[in-house]
């Protein structure tokens, strides 16, 4: 059995279970029946030392579109804490992606170094009160790195943030050796320059493995069933159990043990707001689609 690494022109990069590279092409059948991905286990027949025929693609445990990668076990939301601005409704819409497809979220605040220590307590804040995971890093001093690579150890872990948030910076801390094209951010606009362009599964020396993605800035959950949303915010799941009625979307319902929750200070008031925009976003899909 292999790991697909990353797709070349209709052949395969699969990493053997020896720890070798070999290049595949996927017998016919297979090439019509599926589509491969990087991060998918296969089958493969060796055809001499350095090809092979992939016969098989194994079931996935999760998959992830736009971009489209297999079989990951995390998503690591990457924020600057500035150059660029945090950006919290994206970051919460990648937590619901990461929800909503199986995987472990965590939160990584990069860029600590640029400024004063509460800025990352406070945001900390807002995501461990939800319940994720939160590392606070700076890929520029190497604080956070080695937290940092424990969490990756043993897991297949995609980076998603907002163009110059410094994913490809902190991976190359991780591990140098992977030598990521790192792009700066615009002081005119603010934003980085998107620098990954195509999917591969990056192995780690550390155990485990990396998506390396052209990342998620266009963003859509449109398949998502507004109704469900709020399970895919952990506090409010936790509290939802409290409203009095089931269907209840905690807006102007009665009794609503979430709204109590955030009158309270148990739920942070940019969480809520998020959750409200995205439901009148997912709304407003469901209306035009049908």
């Not at 604080?143 to 872990?157: M, N």
């Not at 009095?244 to 955030?262: I, M, N, Q, W, Y």
């Amino acid at each position: 059995m292999g790991r697909v690494l990353r797709g070349v022109g209709g052949l395969y990069d699969v990493q053997t279970g020896g720890g070798r590279i070999i290049r595949c092409r996927p017998r016919g059948k297979i090439k019509q029946s599926v589509t491969i991905l990087a991060g998918d286990r296969v089958r493969y027949l060796p055809l001499g030392e350095n090809e092979g025929i992939i016969e098989e693609v194994l079931p996935r445990s999760t998959v992830i579109y736009r971009p489209a990668v297999a079989n990951v076990d995390q998503l690591i939301v990457v924020s600057a804490c500035a150059r660029p601005d945090p950006q919290l409704l994206l970051m919460d819409k990648l937590l619901v992606l990461a929800e909503s497809r199986g995987l472990t979220p965590v939160v990584c605040l990069n860029k600590i170094d640029l400024v004063p220590d509460s800025v990352p307590e406070e945001l900390a804040a807002i995501y461990e009160k939800a319940g994720y995971t939160v590392l606070k890093c700076s890929a520029k001093l190497g604080v956070g790195i080695e937290e940092l690579r424990r969490c990756l150890q043993g897991k297949t872990s995609s980076f998603a943030g907002p163009s110059g948030a410094g994913k490809s910076s902190l991976l190359n801390a991780v591990q140098p050796g992977l030598r990521l094209i790192t792009g700066e951010v615009s002081r005119k606009t603010g934003r980085g320059r998107q620098t990954t362009r195509q999917v591969a599964l990056l192995p780690l020396e550390c155990g485990g493995y990396v998506a390396d993605t052209p990342g998620f800035s266009q963003l859509r959950l449109d398949d998502l069933d507004q109704l469900k949303l709020d399970s895919y915010f952990p506090e409010l799941r936790k509290y939802k159990t409290y409203c009095r009625f089931t269907s209840c979307l905690h807006r102007s319902e009665p009794d609503c043990g979430v709204k109590e929750a955030l009158k309270d200070g148990q739920i942070a008031e940019s969480r809520y707001q998020n959750y409200v925009l995205l439901l009148d976003e997912l709304e407003d899909l469901a209306r035009t689609r049908y």
